[in-house]
């Protein structure tokens, strides 16, 4: 492990062009459940009953009660090391760009640049009706926010099952993935399209494709290189002086 490490350390010194791409396990160490594995949000909830338009359309205020829960526990948390030497890699590096699943905007708190929100961020509320987005930081928005433009009910500029992803983003990400020398694929379980087939778009470009995650996924058997642990603690290594 070390060896890798160390081995990482003057690839990434050397790389042209970084992209990372991360999911929930980057930010699980800040105390924001993941979905999958262990303690995982959709052990205890169906996605359907909460992360779908039919959800919302059934239901829009137990949709907004739940992200009202997720809103007010990612107010109180705090980036982590991970967060934060992926914010330092980049000071360091040529050309970088960081793709991340997340919605919880801690990439960019922690001060990452050219960061490719692809699933949208919680942060952030659209309307149903004149489709207008902005910013609300009150963590507790209620059970039926309203437009301040036209009055309509408010959504969260987040992407549900069942939704296409921004075609610019998603564009964008092919793009970059593509035409890496070196991706780093960060605490996601490489379940979720498209997301998931990211890497291999590295791959067959050449790129060398790492993954850092506590456990295998379905892309450890074709990245060149695995290393079994927590983002909080790799990651830090990599940047290390
Ligand atoms: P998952 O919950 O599916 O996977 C989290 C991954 O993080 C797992 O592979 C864990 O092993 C790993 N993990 C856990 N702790 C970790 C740590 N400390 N360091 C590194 N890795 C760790 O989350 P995603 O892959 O992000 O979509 O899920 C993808 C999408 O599915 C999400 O963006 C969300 C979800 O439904 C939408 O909401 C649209
Ligand atoms: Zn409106």
Known sequence: MHADIDALRERIRGAKKIVVLTGAGVSAESGIP????????????????????????RNSALVWEFYNWRRILISKVECNPAHRALAAMQKGAADFALITQNIDGLHLKAGSRNVLEIHGNIWKVRCTHCGDVHLEEKPDLGTAPACGKCGALLRPHVVWFGEGLDPVLLESAYRLSASCDLMLVIGTSAVVQPAASFPSAATSSGAFVVEINPERTPLSASVDLTLLGKAGEIVPQLVAA
Do not use: H
């Open 34 to 57: 993941t979905f999958r594995g262990d303690g995982g949000l959709w052990r205890n909830y169906r996605a359907t009953d909460l992360a779908t338009p039919e959800a919302f359309a």
